[in-house]
C-alpha cells in the first residue's frame, strides 16, 4: 500500500514539474506579446499624433485657400458688373479692358475646381455663387480630412493594442497564480489537497490559455523576423 502511495506522488510530482515548465513558457510568451503590443500601441498613438498635426495644418491652409478664393470671386463678380455696364452703354474699350482683365484673373488666379465651379454658377437660370454648388466647399478640404480621418484610425488602432496588452497582461497574471499554486502543491501533507491545488490551477491554466487564443498577435508579427532578424 506504502509502496502505491509513494508512486502516486511520484507521478504528481513529475505532472507538477511539467506542468511548471509549460506554464512559465507561456508565461512569457504572453508577456513578451504584450510588450509587443505596447509598442504597437505607442506607435500608433505617436503616428496618430503626427497625422492630426498634418492634417489640422492642412484644415487651416484650406481655409485660408477657401477665404482667398470668395475674395477673388467677390473681386471678379465687381468686375463682371462693371463690365456688363461698360457694355450696356456702349463703351468699347472699357468693355475690352475689363475683359481682359477678367480672363486674365480667371486663368493666372483660379484653380480648375473654382472654373469649374464658375462655369456650374454661370449655367445656372438664378443668380447663385460658385460655393453654392454642391461639395465645392468641402472640396477645398476634402484631403485635410482624409488625413484626420487616418488620425483617428491610427488612434482606433492604439487603443485596440492597448485593450489586447491589457488582455496578455491579464493571461500572464494568471499564469503567474497558476505557476504559484503549482509551486505551493509539493507543500501540502496529504496527496489529497495536493490534488486540489494541482486541480485549481489546471482550471487557471486551462482558462487563461482558452482566452489566450481569442487575441490576436500584433500586426505585421513574425515570429520567422525575429529567428533570421528578416
Not at 7 to 31: H, K, M, P, Y
Not at 84 to 110: H, M, P, Q, Y
Not at 201 to 221: D, E, H
Request: aromatic fraction near 12%; glycine fraction near 8%.
Amino acid at each position: 500500500m506504502e509502496k502505491k502511495k509513494a508512486s502516486t506522488e511520484e507521478i504528481l510530482e513529475v505532472i507538477i514539474a511539467i506542468f511548471l515548465g509549460i506554464t512559465a513558457v507561456l508565461t512569457a510568451w504572453a508577456s513578451w506579446i504584450g510588450a509587443l503590443h505596447g509598442g504597437n500601441q505607442a506607435t500608433s498613438y505617436t503616428t496618430s499624433n503626427n497625422l492630426s498635426s498634418e492634417g489640422n495644418s492642412m484644415w487651416n491652409d484650406a481655409s485660408q485657400s477657401l477665404m482667398q478664393d470668395m475674395i477673388l470671386w467677390n473681386t471678379i463678380s465687381e468686375l463682371r458688373i462693371d463690365y456688363t455696364f461698360a457694355e450696356e452703354n456702349g463703351e468699347t474699350a472699357e468693355v475690352d479692358r475689363l475683359g481682359w482683365k477678367i480672363d486674365k484673373l480667371v486663368s493666372d488666379n483660379c484653380s480648375d475646381g473654382l472654373v469649374d465651379a464658375i462655369a456650374w454658377a454661370d449655367a445656372q437660370e438664378d443668380d447663385v455663387s460658385p460655393f453654392d454648388k454642391d461639395g465645392f466647399i468641402e472640396s477645398y478640404y476634402s484631403d485635410a480630412q482624409a488625413k484626420l480621418d487616418e488620425a483617428a484610425d491610427m488612434l482606433e488602432q492604439g487603443k485596440k493594442a492597448n485593450d489586447y496588452g491589457d488582455a496578455y497582461g491579464l493571461v500572464s497574471v494568471i499564469y503567474a497564480v497558476v505557476l504559484f499554486l503549482l509551486g505551493i502543491a509539493s507543500m501540502f501533507k496529504k496527496l489529497s489537497n495536493r490534488f486540489i491545488v494541482v486541480g485549481i490551477a489546471a482550471v487557471g491554466f486551462v482558462f487563461a490559455t482558452i482566452y489566450r487564443t481569442t487575441l490576436p498577435l500584433p500586426a505585421g508579427f513574425s515570429i520567422l523576423s525575429y529567428i533570421f532578424g528578416g
